[in-house]
């Protein structure tokens, strides 16, 4: 089955898959959820099995030295201060890709998420400052207000099984305001003891990144200095360097490589193809890499590694903390662990749900989530998760039995978030159908990936003209990943609600005969009979000489004769390239890529996903019609 699923979701690239900001991040941050999560576990039990171990180790000191400067850090605050900045640089990425390319490109959809956000870190601070307020712990504030994406999203898998993946995409874009605003209050709040010239330092360093970033510098040795520089400033200037990472992240910009970027490349490869010599394999190279947004390969680069082993190394570093009845007993009574529990519990799923629906009521609907109550719902419940950041303040804020507790409210938040989350989300599968999708995916007006609508005028359809879901392929007829889709399409068009649109993207450069077979299926649908040669150029993939087109033809029963004229003098040209240019602006990686009512299809394209992509395309469209 794995492999099934990977043949069913190959492409022929064109472009780099940079269209779909967030897919990508939301897997590897679910999937890496079960390692953080056992880091924790072991933390745990390594503290209580071996306490005095487990705290020498994390306490031992590492030095690095460069003549008479020596940098001298215990293992716990390499990990804090300098691993953990490669977690926040990636945080900075997501939100300069997801801002470029995702759907804060529509600058409005960032209100919500980024009130909700807001609210949901200033309630928990509120009600963590009711139990604290002129107390010892007043000043770990902060330790309530930040969610941890990485295993909400990890644990939304687990409790929230089949919510679409509208609702996560959602929660994200909340958790990047969350984790963007934790950055910035460790850098105002939980910094000490500033020291001025390293600070200017820094910030000289980073406006030098922020310079050759605008200019398009792409020496990626010199980012690598500026950003050791002004991490190892900020260190000296008493300002959290974690900062750094973010900062960097956010200067990255994200954006789809050109058609003459691409077509030098491709050039490129061509030339080192013909003439196999070191210094051709370096240009190949070279032009290839540079396709692709500084974003991109940064994310590419250390989002798996920041996940599967950063993230987790500093649970394991942090989490620790020793366990009995007498110590639960006084954390459980402690303002400290009340405060972050209620917070987290209480203050974010209330300040999320409430934010979420003040601003759509006063906005008259023009502001509203992409998702229906239920999503909202438990969106601020599982944001009610909060540990990498919190626990970061907490090293900071707390030492000795305030740390404990601290880390005895944040694991006992985990628990309850998860359970609250999995009541929301199994009570909105109990309602009816329609009642069901109206609570998960809400009546919102979604972002048209699909730059051209379908015009039945101008598009090959192939279904019921009125269907309530319209699948859109763009296919190149030489295209082997094409051909293997096709029984896959053919499985789902016997569903008598949907219509099936062929759009053409002739990848000529990699496969030389694909132009002149869309030539030829345009050259048939002005015979009335493009669907009758679209069959047989993809059953027929291997075999799109010329005289295997005419042969088509003839089987056909089509005028063999016009239609060699008609191809000849590229009758068809410009409407092939029409579609070439509505792929183009639509963000299309290669073929075959697909559009499920306007919106792009990620992943696999094997029955299943696309049945599911369906059924939630025909729920919306429903729920449109009954709502709009």
């Not at 269209?19 to 079960?34: H, I, Q, V, Y």
Request: hydrophobic fraction near 50%; charge should be neutral; proline fraction near 5%.
């Amino acid at each position: 089955m794995a492999d099934l699923t990977g043949l069913l979701s190959g492409r022929t690239n064109w472009r780099r898959e940079v269209a779909a900001p967030m897919r990508s991040f939301l897997r590897t941050e679910a999937g890496s959820s079960g390692v953080l999560a056992a880091a924790i576990v072991l933390a745990l039990l390594w503290a209580n099995l071996f306490p005095g171990m487990y705290d020498d180790l994390w306490r031992t000191h590492l030095s690095i030295g460069l003549g008479d400067r020596v940098l001298s850090l215990d293992l716990r605050e390499w990990i804090n201060s300098g691993l953990m900045t490669l977690f926040f640089l990636v945080v900075g990425l997501e939100a300069r890709r997801e801002f470029d390319l995702g759907d804060l490109r529509d600058r409005t959809r960032f209100i919500l998420p980024m009130l909700a956000g807001i609210a949901g870190m200033v309630a928990p601070v509120l009600i963590y400052l009711a139990f604290n307020a002129g107390g010892p712990g007043a000043h770990g504030w902060g330790v309530a207000m930040s969610t941890d994406t990485a295993l909400a999203l990890g644990l939304l898998a687990l409790v929230g099984r089949g919510v679409p993946d509208r609702v996560r995409v959602f929660l994200l874009t909340v958790f990047v305001v969350d984790d963007l605003l934790a950055l910035v209050v460790i850098a105002v709040v939980y910094s000490e003891d500033i020291q001025l010239m390293p600070l200017v330092l820094a910030i000289i360093a980073f406006a030098v990144v922020l310079t050759l970033s605008l200019f398009h510098v792409r020496k990626t040795w010199l980012y690598a200095v500026l950003g050791v520089l002004m991490w190892a400033a900020l260190l000296k200037s008493g300002v959290d360097p974690v900062v750094a990472g973010l900062a960097i992240g956010l200067t990255a910009p994200a954006y789809s490589p050109g058609r003459e970027e691409l077509e030098q490349a491709t050039g490129l490869f061509r030339l080192f193809r013909e003439q196999p010599t070191p210094e051709l394999a370096r240009s190949a190279t070279v032009g290839l890499t540079t396709t692709i947004s500084p974003n991109e390969r940064l994310q590419y680069l250390y989002h798996p590694w920041t996940s599967y082993l950063i993230v987790p190394l500093f649970g394991l570093a942090n989490a620790g903390v020793t366990i009995d009845m007498a110590f639960l007993g006084r954390a459980f009574t402690s303002p400290i662990t009340l405060g972050i529990l209620l917070g987290y519990v209480v203050g974010k799923p209330v300040a999320v749900t409430s934010v979420s629906w003040l601003l759509e009521r006063l906005s008259a609907g023009r502001i509203r989530a992409g998702v229906g109550w239920a999503a909202v719902l438990g969106s601020g419940t599982i944001a009610g998760i909060g540990f990498t950041v919190s626990l970061l303040i907490a090293t900071i804020a707390f030492d000795g039995p305030q740390l404990a507790e601290a880390k005895v409210g944040l694991l006992s938040a985990v628990v309850i978030a998860s359970a609250l989350t999995w009541v929301v989300f199994r009570a909105a599968k109990l309602l009816s159908p329609p009642k069901k999708a109206y609570a998960l995916l809400g009546n919102a007006e979604q972002l048209q990936d699909l730059s051209d609508p379908v015009d039945p005028e101008r598009d090959h359809i192939r279904g019921p003209k009125n269907a309530s879901v319209t699948l859109v392929e763009y296919g190149d007829f030489e295209c082997p990943y094409c051909g293997r889709a096709e029984p896959i399409v053919r499985a789902i068009m016997q569903d008598d609600d949907l219509r099936f649109v062929w759009r053409h993207l002739p990848l000529s450069d990699v496969h030389p005969r694909a132009q002149i077979a869309a030539e030829v299926s345009e050259a048939a649908a002005a015979q009335g009979a493009f669907w009758e040669m679209h069959d047989l150029l993809l059953a027929n993939q291997d075999h799109l000489q010329p005289a295997d087109l005419i042969r088509y033809a003839e089987q056909l029963g089509l005028d063999a004769d016009r239609l060699h004229d008609d191809v000849k003098r590229h009758v068809a040209a410009a409407r092939v390239a029409q579609d070439v240019e509505s792929a183009d602006t639509s963000g299309v990686s290669g073929t075959p890529t697909f559009f499920v009512n306007g919106q792009r299809h990620y992943g696999a394209y094997d029955v299943e996903s696309l049945k599911a992509a369906i059924k939630v395309a025909r729920a919306r469209a429903k729920i449109t019609q009954r709502h709009g």
